[in-house]
């Protein structure tokens, strides 16, 4: 009714893959009808062609289906909010970064007796390269081991903030066995978002969720973030799968390994390294990148 028949500009971004269906924005003389649309619960704001727009005019879509969300409006009229199972917020240390977007807390006030203490948790809409398993022979994902190696950088053995948005059931192998997931913004001192950092320096990129998925509040910015590193060719935008090469590291945290190069290693003397994860607080892993090797490392006395 609004529309029909009616002379109006149309603003086009772009279009789907296969070329068959155009993204653009009509411009009404009372305002911009797709907000409208959502705000009385009568559309959903779509992933796939809000990454063809303008960032800067998202916010308003966002909040036009945020509100219909709150008023139970349109589609959204059986909505129910999900409920935190968890905290919704943790504060605390991080002990081990796992992979490129998810790492290991250990809460303010508690001691490290038991890996039962650790928060798990991931970032919020943030998708790493995936690390590889040896055993599937599954190699890493192109900027996988650099992904977290920066994380690492920036968040292990410091005091971190992270504010959780959702949680999602994670399968743990063939068995359907499932742990609850918690995913978030963690920032850490001046830094508001780690993971935007990553995506924006082209470690990681925004996750692509389905339209009815809940997503980090921020999801915009990361979205924006990953647009200026996919134009500048930053990280994981900058090289083909096939030509990229991952930098191997020699494994001597089993016995036997750690044994044959024990030798070389005491005759380098002395060695700078990176501690990957504390067992207690007398052995730790460590990454020595001048020998490209991990080693289990104890305290004497």
């Known amino acids: 009714a ?7 500009r149309i603003s086009l971004h772009g279009s789907d893959k296969a070329g068959a269906c155009a993204v653009g924005t009509v411009h009404h003389p009372r305002g911009n009808i797709g907000v ?3 705000k009385r619960g009568l559309g959903r704001v779509s992933e796939w062609s809000a990454r063809l727009m303008d960032p800067a005019d998202l916010p308003s879509f966002r909040g036009a289906e945020i509100t219909a969300k709150k008023a139970n409006l349109g589609v959204w ?8 199972e968890g905290a919704s917020e943790i504060v605390g240390t991080v002990v081990e970064v796992i992979s490129g977007d998810t790492l290991s807390i250990l809460p303010t006030g508690e001691a490290y007796d038991s890996e039962a203490k650790l928060k798990k948790v991931s970032l919020a809409s943030v998708r790493s390269p995936r690390v590889g398993n040896e055993r599937a022979g599954r190699p890493d994902e192109p900027f996988a081991a650099e992904c977290k190696d920066r994380l690492r950088y920036l968040t292990v053995g410091k005091p971190v903030k992270v504010v959780i948005a959702y949680e999602r059931d994670i399968p743990l192998g063939p068995g359907g ?7 978030g913004t963690l920032s850490v ?5 780690v993971g935007q950092l990553l995506i924006q320096e082209g470690y990681a990129v925004t996750q692509r969720h389905r ?5 980090s509040p921020r999801y915009d910015e990361l979205v924006a973030a990953e647009s200026v590193a996919a134009a500048a ?8 799968t096939k030509e990229y090469k991952a930098k191997t590291v020699n494994d001597l945290t089993e016995p036997r390994k750690a044994k044959s190069y024990s030798g070389s290693l005491m005759r380098a003397g002395t060695l700078k390294g990176v501690v990957e994860y504390v067992f207690n607080g007398s052995r730790y892993k460590v990454l020595i990148p001048s020998e490209n090797c991990y080693i289990m490392f104890a305290l004497t006395n």
Do not use: C, W
């Open 2 to 8: 609004r529309l029909l028949n009616r002379e109006l």
């Open 36 to 38: 409208e649309l959502l």
């Open 77 to 84: 009229h059986s909505y129910v909010a999900p409920k935190l």
């Open 177 to 183: 066995n499932t742990e609850k997931r918690q995913f």
């Open 189 to 193: 001192g001046k830094r508001e978002d």
């Open 211 to 215: 339209d009815e998925d809940e997503k």
């Open 233 to 240: 060719k930053k990280g994981v935008h900058s090289v083909d």
